[in-house]
């Protein structure tokens, strides 16, 4: 059964890069049938796509955060990341890696990962 | 950006009782690009309904979704004990995708 696994710091500073990945098991990363996705929630609040990945490398991003973002994948370790560059507060949420196929849906999620902006 | 309203944005209900969301779309998302979603607290988001109306695998038959262009609902018959959450709607037609506000059903 296949399963996703958010990891990656709990706390990063004002101004610093977020780093998360997400790690695929009980299953490929490689199925032409699927995109790899981002999803953050802040608390208390609803749910902002972030970004998509192929296991091609293609990718979609949000453009409102396009200039920040940086979303890559291995398939030889079978994992997806997300850098974010220069965070503020405003970015402080549940990050989810989720798997959506290729008419958009997210059919599987991980269980999300509370990244914290704080000094 | 295709924005998602949904309205109420809390409802009250009791076990039993029928329980309608609405999600109306910024723009035409035509009639299959949208899809609802579960959330239960310190859970993630549990996909119910894809392409307007298909109910995802496992997914209780007491859920439907309906609609076209730019406004959708999604119906709970008779709402259960382990229904009260918060739903989500997403359009799937445009990038970027994006999510309504959520909609809390709470206990009456």
């Known amino acids: 059964q296949l399963q996703l696994q958010e990891s990656g710091p709990g706390l990063v500073k004002p101004s610093e890069t977020l780093s998360l990945m997400c790690t695929v098991s009980?299953?490929?990363?490689?199925?032409?049938?699927?995109?790899w996705g981002w999803i953050r929630q802040p608390p208390g609040k609803g749910l902002e796509w972030i970004g998509s990945?192929?296991?091609?490398?293609?990718?979609e991003y949000n453009p409102s955060l396009k200039n920040r973002l940086t979303i890559s994948v291995d398939t030889s370790k079978k994992q997806f990341s997300l850098k974010l560059t220069s965070v503020t507060a405003a970015d402080t949420a549940v990050y989810y890696c989720?798997?959506?196929?290729?008419?958009?849906?997210?059919?599987?999620w991980g269980r999300g990962a509370l990244v914290t902006v704080s000094s | 950006d295709i924005q998602m309203t949904q309205s109420p944005s809390s409802v009250s209900a009791s076990v039993g009782d029928r329980v309608t969301i609405t999600c109306r779309a910024s723009?035409?998302?035509?009639?299959?690009?949208l899809a609802w979603y579960q959330q239960k607290p310190g859970k993630a988001p549990k996909l119910l309904i894809y392409?307007?109306?298909t109910l995802q695998s496992g997914v209780p038959s007491r859920f439907s979704g309906s609609g076209s262009g730019t406004d959708f609902t999604l119906t709970i018959s008779s709402l259960q004990p382990e229904d009260f959450a918060t739903y989500y709607c997403?359009?799937?037609?445009?990038?970027?995708?994006?999510f309504g506000g959520g909609t809390k059903v709470e206990v009456k």
């Open positions: 990945i192929y296991y091609t490398g293609t990718i």
């Open positions: 009980g299953g490929s990363i490689s199925s032409s049938n699927y995109y």
């Open positions: 989720a798997r959506s196929a290729v008419v958009w849906y997210f059919d599987l």
């Open positions: 997403q359009q799937t037609n445009t990038f970027p995708l994006t």
């Open positions: 723009q035409d998302i035509y009639s299959s690009w």
């Open positions: 392409t307007v109306s």
